[in-house]
């Protein structure tokens, strides 16, 4: 079997798709399927191109006995929706031409979105290789981009939804990061088969004994201080604000710390929120490898995983839930629905607070900081729970069945 993953995220940038893909290549290549990433030239989250592919217009190169094709893409400090649309339509231009040109015939295409947009190459891409298109769902694009008032225009959405319909419609199978997604697909979309292909987590990766003493000096931790960590993108959907709130109640615990780890839209204006209500118990500190945040999270004594109260996140599982407790760090979710369903209710992994309310956060901490035992073992809980449930190794080789099987129901 032949699989192109088309995606504009992957490694070595740093980020939730890019080592959800990476994963998935290598497990899905270690079980017999040649795999080929088509890729943007790296540039995110900076907008910059890194060094070693600059000048380039495409980029060939093998990694983990990957063969990976990187072809050009525009990119832009600048964040508005022109230059973002420069960004997602150049990718898809470069990638359909240098996936007619530069690949052979393919099985199957499977598609990352968002963004959207790359559908269309994919599309293309399935017809000159005579392929069969298999469309990953992570985000419920163009709904949530108008839920969380990102795209406004009318005239926009509408053409962003019959694209969705269209892609849908044409592929072998839609696999959704979360049932959410895929009951929202199947429930529109009754004609299209859907299948759960969940983020997982991989057990060697994150080890709970890791010391991570050294790490709390350099941050200027102390021994006795208790630390709530946000790693991932700083952006609109997180309510960071949230969080920074939460530490200005706080202020007056002089051992409890914040740690806001990451990149995005959000963070000048986060900096400054927390340099005025709580300059003292909110901390920034610089970004770091993939290969270091276990060694963040064997710093910190809880995870916290916000993302804004609104119904299109009813289905969504941010994939910075499964690090935290694979280390064995209890959880405090600020998200509603299937992640509290799975992690709290079931997992009994940690705390759940209403999203972007400051105050239940608060008390949440003060909690985990008054019992910490309580934290300990809903951080045992948290590791086995997904151990059992969201092992990278079984979720590929389940995926690679389904694959199989319904190419058999074809035959």
């Given at each position: 079997m032949k699989l192109l993953i088309l995606t504009q995220y992957y490694p070595p940038e740093v980020g939730a798709p890019q080592n959800r893909l990476s994963d998935l290549a290598k497990r899905l290549t270690a079980l017999g399927v040649e795999v080929t990433v088509l890729t943007a030239l790296p540039n995110y989250p900076q907008m910059k191109i890194h060094?070693?592919?600059?000048?380039?217009?495409?980029?060939?190169?093998?990694?983990?006995?990957?063969?990976?094709?990187?072809?050009?893409?525009?990119?832009?400090?600048?964040?508005?929706?022109?230059?973002?649309?420069?960004?997602?339509?150049?990718?898809?231009?470069s990638s359909v031409l240098t996936g007619i040109?530069?690949?052979?015939?393919?099985?199957?295409?499977?598609?990352?979105?968002?963004?959207?947009?790359?559908?269309?190459?994919?599309?293309?891409?399935?017809?000159?290789?005579?392929?069969?298109?298999?469309?990953?769902v992570s985000d419920l694009w163009p709904e949530s981009a108008e839920k969380l008032n990102i795209v406004r225009s009318r005239f926009f959405l509408g053409i962003s939804y019959r694209l969705e319909a269209f892609l849908y419609r044409h592929s072998f199978i839609v696999s959704g990061q979360t049932m959410g997604i895929c009951d929202n697909i199947s429930a529109r979309f009754p004609e299209v088969t859907t299948y759960w292909l969940p983020n997982g987590v991989d057990p060697e990766g994150f080890d709970p004994v890791l010391d991570g003493s050294d790490r709390r000096k350099m941050l200027g931790l102390g021994n006795d201080d208790f630390v709530v960590m946000y790693a991932g993108i700083l952006g609109y959907a997180q309510g960071l604000s949230t969080m920074i709130s939460a530490a200005a109640m706080l202020q007056d615990e002089k051992n409890i710390r914040f740690l806001i780890l990451g990149s995005g839209p959000e963070k000048g204006k986060l900096i400054a929120e927390a340099s005025e209500k709580s300059p003292v118990n909110v901390i920034f500190p610089p970004s770091v490898s993939k290969s270091e945040i276990p060694e963040m999270l064997a710093a910190v004594d809880a995870v916290y995983v916000p993302l804004k109260k609104l119904d299109i996140f009813l289905g969504a599982i941010p994939s910075k839930i499964f690090e935290g407790l694979a280390m064995a760090r209890p959880l405090i979710l600020g998200v509603e629905g299937e992640a509290k369903r799975l992690f709290i209710d079931e997992g009994k992994a940690g705390i759940f607070v209403e999203p972007e309310n400051s105050a239940q956060l608060a008390i949440a901490v003060k909690t985990l900081l008054d019992n910490r035992e309580l934290g300990r073992q809903m951080g045992r809980n948290g590791r086995k729970f997904v151990l059992e449930k969201f092992d990278r190794r079984i979720i590929a080789e389940q995926f690679f069945k389904f694959i199989k099987e319904k190419e058999g129901s074809l035959l």
């Open positions: 060094s070693a592919y600059r000048g380039k217009w495409t980029f060939r190169e093998k990694n983990d006995g990957i063969a990976i094709l990187r072809s050009w893409i525009y990119v832009s400090p600048r964040r508005n929706v022109f230059h973002r649309l420069l960004n997602y339509f150049s990718f898809v231009f040109f530069r690949l052979g015939r393919q099985d199957y295409i499977l598609v990352e979105s968002p963004p959207l947009f790359l559908g269309i190459s994919g599309y293309l891409l399935k017809v000159f290789k005579r392929s069969r298109l298999i469309f990953n």
